[in-house]
């Protein structure tokens, strides 16, 4: 709305500064009395000052009332000529229209447009009837109904722009929130509602940045929950659904909005957090699980664990994800399988463990 207002005022000045002009150069070569010279070339200056001012005004509402005053000086400029030249004549009649038919230029509401339209037809009315007998009754009648022809075009006009534009707003506010949605799905897990590898794809990097710039340790863990596919076999695709459900609910959580959590695929996820604690943060998710509903379902029956491997960066040393995802997989592997890690990768390591739900 602001870009359309701001363009509709500067259209409107840039359309009068050329008009301005013509009038003051026609002026200068018909002869005509200095005043259509004057006249035409300040408000040629005023047009240029709108037309400028208009870059600056960030404000729709200022930039209504920088219109709107721009017109309403438009029709005084045009009473005083005609006071001042004693006559109204037809060139003044088409440029009172003019200023007329230019009001749907800018995006006003119904409303600001009526408001307009009356404040200048008063203002026109009001200051040429206010010297009885300066001008002739035919004009001054001609003059009235062709402002109020041209006050009646303008309302209906600008009753349908506004209800185009009304339509055009919502459709805009329809399609930005459809593919909103879609954006959303196309990078979220449809089960866990985690993020997915598109969305590690496309955010990684920008993550990167953000702890590189704040100079922060980027931590990268692998988290697996051992034998899934028997807890499957055992009790269902949808009890194993609720764990992977559950499991992502409660990390989420627990990350608050300073990691990412990234369903790799299956029973594994991959969390990207930029600061330290993130094993603390595994910890106390948990000990959460531990105490949770499917726990206590399982109990006795089945024991579940999950394992996990974290690597991480240097602080202000950028992050390699391949990297990282390496060693946290192979402190994932040892988890796992209760081996050493290798020597060149345990500089990078910071945790591994397993624990059971």
């Known amino acids: 709305m602001r870009t359309d207002t ?16 013509c009038i003051a150069l026609l002026a200068v070569f018909q002869g ?24 600056f005004v960030k404000d729709v509402r200022a930039l209504h009332t920088l219109g709107m005053a721009f017109l309403i000086i438009g029709a005084l400029t045009i009473t005083v000529l005609a006071h001042r030249s004693g006559d109204l004549n037809i060139g003044m009649m088409a ?3 003019m200023l007329f038919v230019a009001v749907p230029l800018v995006p006003w509401a119904l409303r600001e447009a009526s408001a307009v339209v009356g404040l200048t037809y008063l203002l026109l009315t009001l200051s040429l009837l206010s010297v009885p007998g300066r001008f002739e009754a035919g004009s001054l009648l001609v003059l009235q109904t062709l402002i109020l ?3 009646v075009i303008v309302i209906v006009v600008t009753g349908r722009n506004t209800f185009i534009r009304k339509q055009d707003i919502r459709a805009r506010f329809q399609l930005e929130n459809a593919h909103n949605a879609m954006e959303l799905l196309s990078r979220q897990d449809h089960l866990t509602g985690a993020w997915n590898r598109r969305f590690l794809e496309d955010e990684f990097p920008k993550l990167a940045r953000q702890c590189l710039k704040r100079k922060e340790t980027m931590q990268v863990a ?21 764990i992977l459900i559950s499991v992502a609910a409660t990390f989420v959580r627990h990350l608050d909005g300073r990691g990412r959590l990234i369903r790799l695929g299956g029973d594994e996820f991959q ?12 910890d106390a998710a948990i000990s959460e699980l531990q105490q949770g509903t499917i726990a206590a379902r399982l109990s006795g029956k089945h024991a579940v664990t999950l394992s996990a491997g974290i690597s991480c960066t240097q602080p202000g040393e950028f992050a390699d994800l391949e990297k990282l995802y390496k060693s946290a997989d192979s402190a994932l592997y040892s988890a796992k399988h209760d081996r050493t890690v290798a020597p060149k990768e345990a500089a990078v390591l910071t945790r591994t463990g397993t624990w059971k739900l």
Do not use: P, W
């Open 6 to 21: 701001r363009i509709g005022v500067q259209t409107l000045a840039g359309l009068s500064l050329v008009m301005q002009l």
């Open 32 to 55: 005509l009395s200095s005043i259509y010279v004057y006249t035409g070339g300040l408000f040629a200056l005023l047009s240029l000052h709108i037309l400028i001012s208009a870059f």
């Open 95 to 97: 440029a009172v229209v």
């Open 149 to 151: 022809g041209a006050g």
């Open 222 to 242: 692998i988290l697996d929950i051992d034998d899934f596919k028997g807890i499957n076999d055992q009790f269902g695709h949808q009890v194993g659904d609720e």
């Open 271 to 282: 969390i990207i957090y930029c600061g330290d604690g993130l094993d603390e943060i595994i």
